[in-house]
């Protein structure tokens, strides 16, 4: 890793100071746990002279009791199951199965939800990527994971976004305009270069829960047990009805360059969970996941695994209903 380049730190103790430092300091970054965004930097992807630390504004701070979950409350806090998430299992999990114990004591909702897409071309060293005349992310003109597409490709994994997608769940974003509500699924775009739709000085205060979740799950496949990114993770939310399927929400992460709610699942509506249903269910799922060379494992492999969590997690939430 390359040595830190020199900046400064600014601790805001409101949103409103947030902003206006945001607007005072040109390339500034915003700063919560640091978990990805410092292990960047050290790559030599990026070098801001201000980085704006959220983590001592109250409001960002708060679990609860309004259903609310601030930016800045750490993976930890979200893991260890506080009563007010007590109807949100999903969430729980999602957060319990964040890298290491360090790491979730340090990272926070609002980086996980924000986090920077990844490639084997884009994570490395300044010297390995200037090796391969850097990439279409940073600094180059080259997607080497499609060469004659035009955009990027790097892969969103982030574990939360999908548990509250499936919850439809809502988010508060802040920024010169002061603080607007929208859903969640409106902060991703499919492009790894530029996943994220905030605007200037913008960045992610908070999430909204809903009142009345449907029973949910999430679960997710990795090259090891602890500590790697998500190949595939699969959020499913299943309310169902006289043993047929009433509501499904199915979510996905680590397959395309956003999280992203499956489309087309009201035709599977209306029937039980059984083997021809989850079938039915994973060819929707290989459909429209887009897993390229982002990573070591075969994309195949992980269109499979996508489509095949999904189906068991929903046949789990079918029979504990």
Not at 152 to 167: E, T
Not at 249 to 262: E, I
Request: glycine letters at 10%; one cysteine or more.
């Amino acid at each position: 890793m390359e040595p830190l380049a020199p900046f400064r730190v600014l601790a805001p103790a409101s949103i409103a100071e947030a902003v206006a430092a945001a607007a005072a300091h040109q390339g500034a970054r915003f700063l919560a746990g640091g978990t990805d965004l410092l292990v960047n930097l050290r790559h030599g992807i990026g070098a801001p002279g201000v980085l704006i630390d959220l983590r001592s504004i109250p409001e960002l701070r708060r679990l609860g009791p309004d259903r609310g979950i601030g930016a800045a409350v750490t993976l930890a806090e979200i893991a260890a199951a506080p009563p007010m998430l007590a109807a949100y299992p999903a969430l729980i999990a999602a957060a319990a199965s964040v890298a290491g114990p360090a790491h979730r004591a340090a990272g926070t909702l609002g980086g996980n939800l924000c986090l920077d897409t990844r490639c084997i071309f884009y994570n490395r060293g300044e010297w390995w990527r200037s090796a391969t005349a850097f990439c279409l992310k940073h600094r180059g003109e080259t997607c080497h994971v499609a060469p004659t597409g035009h955009r990027c490709h790097a892969a969103f994994s982030g574990d939360l976004a999908p548990a509250l997608l499936a919850y439809d769940a809502e988010m508060r974003i802040a920024g010169p305009d002061g603080l607007r509500t929208e859903p969640l699924s409106a902060l991703y775009a499919e492009d790894g270069a530029a996943h994220l739709r905030l605007g200037p000085g913008e960045f992610l205060a908070g999430v909204i829960l809903p009142p009345d979740p449907w029973p949910a799950a999430y679960a997710k496949a990795r090259t090891r047990g602890a500590i790697d990114f998500p190949l595939a993770g699969v959020a499913v939310a299943l309310r169902t009805e006289a043993g047929s399927v009433a509501g499904l929400r199915v979510a996905l992460t680590g397959t395309n360059a956003r999280p992203f709610l499956l489309a087309g699942t009201e035709a599977l509506l209306g029937t039980p969970v059984d083997a021809a249903w989850r079938d039915r269910l994973g060819r929707l799922v290989q459909k429209q996941v887009s897993p390229m060379r982002t990573t070591l494992a075969a994309a195949h492999y992980r269109r499979r695994v996508a489509a095949a969590l999904a189906g068991r997690v929903a046949a789990q939430l079918a029979e504990a209903a």
